[in-house]
């Protein structure tokens, strides 16, 4: 120690000792600035639960989105029945999910398949906590978050993937059949693509890619739809023995308006809550990243499905428009939280684009999709899961494959779906029940009772 | 200190000073650590705040919820005015609120009553805070969380409370008869009935549970709905002198379907806001588990509530689902918290079969609830308070208490208020208004003057 | 030092060593306390981007608001094409602000003007982060929050300014002319009025107080609506040769009242989100003074524009007591965080007067404003903007220079830009279109086709 050289021996030992303190103290001090700079656990574990929560009611939110799209987009005399239908399946959804489909989806996944036990709840941790019988904070914190706020999130997913399917076969299909539809959608099929993929099985392990479910959710979505529109056939009279297209506008503009900002409202919950966490200064950046590219994507897909719709369409079209927004959405739900600002941008016109091709296309391979949920979910998601790999990086044949398993896993479960369930019970109503529409006929209720109503061109072919 | 026995004197005089050092610093750094493993306090204090204002945003939301349920169930003559009281009794119930019922609810209870103050705000350390005058910090924390944002989120449950009450009642009463009732109900009758319980009164210490309101927002409001109807009457020519019901659907069904997916996303914040707190991990899972139960209930309740819907009605009814929604909502808030999630289901459900039957009986005994308020929220709020010492444990005879004070005092209340406002500046409209409806003759105002309207069957008895 | 006068030397110095170690053990205990005693720098990191996100989700929902308001404000057969207008304008904005606005407002902002540069993105520390190329944690977390949560929130701002102009001009003004006048009025003149104020300009240096946008947005907006009223003109047949008004009801009273509603929800996010920040208990007291202005205020407005109604139009007006509340959550927009809770209910009542006579004023001066955006927007947005200097102090003449400097900016640069495009492509439709409405003659489609329309009466003048 040369620089104490000239000092006593006792002054030495002073200063060593405060030498010593000093940079114990430093040490000390460095320590809980370390520790103060980091969200401490317990407020992680915090933010974490309570940002699925509220995230998770905006994307319940989106049920009441894809109602009102629908039931503003069936003609009058079926707008009841759509509403029936979309309460009914997100309690179904909801209520099979808890039952058997989370299990399947995220319990001991192997590589495909989850477990099939019965019913979901919190930790046992967790209910020691809350009954106050033992203080379990510790083991609790280090889950991450809560277990029932995630499987909260996770249950508003499926809601969504049964939500697409109702739109496109509206008008002609049965509640009840419908109902069971969903109700194995939600329970089984849903879960076993979410077990290869979020749940950690075989495609998760290959590096597909697909941060909220361009595919998981809304391919999926749409594949069950496509499946069901081949199967129950087009709806009466729409089209026509002459080649020609009968058109059947929407019915309610405004409510199909209101329900596509709800859809856009809930998915910044959609993508944002895909985070799956909300502890950190990189998550927090990272939800921004999500929020800011969903929203640009959505503008470019109405920006671009109006611009395309007149050389498309033959006229700017309001409806495409719409069904833009909720492409672009779509489209860049594959990687909001990887891809660049202007790479959004270009993910949701693209996204806007197809949707709006895909709409005319339907028309000429005359498949009847009410809404156009096949364009908006099936193609537009598509092309996000595949575009996320173009402007981000990783294998496009992994996408691709993902696309491919997924796309053909579904459409084939589904399409069996629909032909036992025609088989049996039956799935289409009557042509007589379709004629008069589905409120009066088979509910006793009409949506709008009091307005008078334009007799409707004729229906037969 | 026989360890340092063969040390000179001065290495031990460094050796003990060492070991003093690096006693206090893990000392200090167990502190730290020990601080930083729970939210510290004024994160703490930041969540239970902004959980307080975020929550309570969705149920001011509940508001237009209500909105759209009553004004697309009543018919298109009266939609307007419907309209028109449920914005007024949202300002009316806020202002009240502000001026008088707060302390009345949660200011110095004794057993029975708060303080008759006027006005309310932010404490003396939180105004010196925001002024800069001092930095009062530690003490602002200490509270918990911001004196209004507890405020604001009281004061949208008083406003639920004043929405249930306008749907039973609508399309005979007068509108400042009306509001005049709103008045006094949010200033007076539901902050009484709200000191028994939250503020700490005489129920709260006999063990009465009620989580988030079923009987003290969802019952009082149904028991001066009842109150209401008693007095005013059925509207004209409801009840036929044959013995039959003249039917009135609702007159705009996408609108109530929107107003119930509306309720639903804002009953997250009525029942998760109710945990009152999220300042820890404890916190964090209850709300967790809180929605998750107020969502299964409510899915239950859809589904039980359609399922008896035929038996009960004549017809799979989609009136009777939404409602089942709102009545398994109702149902579950007693308990979120403390119930398993399978209760959940069998509450909600039972809640959906009650008020599915309800509306039956309310009918058999020709009492006209235009929005099947009471079955939804009276029978349903009953059946809730009990269920949640049936699932959970608690005294029964202390919730019968509680339902059997709290509805004795709100229905013998609001009854005599009903008729006191009808003894003085009249309660129903004459019945030539009722017959052109009040929005045409009280309001000079259509709801949708464009459209043409099918000719009403007669009123006349 | 006497008081270690008696020990040997030896003693001494161990003495003065554990008298050094305690003080600084205290002293780093102490720094470590105060550290944990506040919310660390990374929670608040995390509060105030989450925050942001929240807040700023609700304002997205605001468009939602204007465009059920709108839609529903106008004739049936323009309601189409203003629903076409507002997603469309809402994408443009959220566009152009992306692209140049942003920068033009915040980025190196003189007094005048910011940055000419294009795009925004996050910075390159949270790229590093995000991408795991460094651990920028530290330097990330210094910027206070997410760069892009604040982008979203700003966005979010500029997309309500362009949806006040869409309903005032309804009717009568072409798609691609209206959605360049947004392009315009959100990549430019917006930016400009933003930099002057937020922005930290010459209006910011002088001490300007506008918290939420008073006058920075809803006036801004109210200025750009009224250049347009005045440069298109009143809608054919509105103020008849005879000097009476022909009346335009509203053609959807539910939906108008529902865009009300949405708007106060939305409300919360756009002043409590003003506070920006969420990271202190300072902060969270102030946003909950916030949110109970705003709403106190817009109740205040309601009943105060329904009380004046009757002796202003003639009647109760439920119009009025809806733009009442818009009125006073405009008004209270400029000083939420700062003045007494009994001076919101003053300001949002004036603002609800002001409202209601405006509405009428603009009558009597032949100015057609089909949705009274410039008496809720602008003439609300000035009240409020000199209220804030009344109730909670600062300069009156700093307050009416900003009201002045910027009401003239923009009122003439909106002007010119009006008229130029006027000149060139074209503003008003013709009148034909008018005459038929803009949602057959333009778009092919109609809002409510099924639906029987009465005959309109004549539109000529």
Partial sequence: MPLLAGLTRRRRLVTVGAIVLLTLGVFVAKTATAHASGADEETQFILNTFMFLVWGALIMWMCAGFTMLESGSVRTKNASMICLKNIGLYAVAGLAYFVVGYNLMYVDVGSVIGSLDFLYGASDDEIALLTEEADTTASVIGAGHATMSDWFFQMVFVATTASIVSGAIAERIKLWSFLLFVLILTAIIYPIVGAWTWGGGWLAELGFQDFAGSTIVHSTGGWA?????????????????????????????????????????????????????????????????????????????????????????????????????????????????????????????????????????????????????????LFAGVWGTLAVCIAAGGSFHVQLAGVAAIGAFVFVTTFILWRAIDATIGLRVSAEVERLGQDSAELGIEAYPEFVLMPEEDDRE
Same sequence: chains 1, 2, 3.
């Fill in 225 to 377: 739809a496509l499946a069901g529109v081949l199967v129950v056939g087009p709806r009466l009279g729409k089209f026509r023995r002459d080649g020609s297209v009968k058109p059947t506008p929407p019915s309610n503009i405004l409510v199909v308006t209101l329900g596509v900002f709800i859809l856009w409202l809930g998915w910044f919950g959609f993508n944002g809550g895909s985070q799956l966490a909300l502890g950190s200064a990189a998550d927090a950046v990272a939800m921004s990243q999500i929020l800011v590219n969903t929203n640009l994507a959505a503008a470019a897909g109405v920006v671009a499905a109006l611009a395309v719709s007149r050389p498309i369409l033959g006229r700017i079209d309001l409806f495409a428009g719409l069904n833009g927004a909720i492409a672009g959405l779509v489209s860049i739900t594959a990687g909001p939280d990887i891809v660049d600002h202007y790479w959004a941008i270009i993910i949701g016109a693209i996204g806007g684009l197809i949707c709006t091709g895909g709409i005319k296309l339907l028309e000429t391979v005359r498949l009847d999709d009410v809404v156009g949920a096949i364009p908006a979910h």
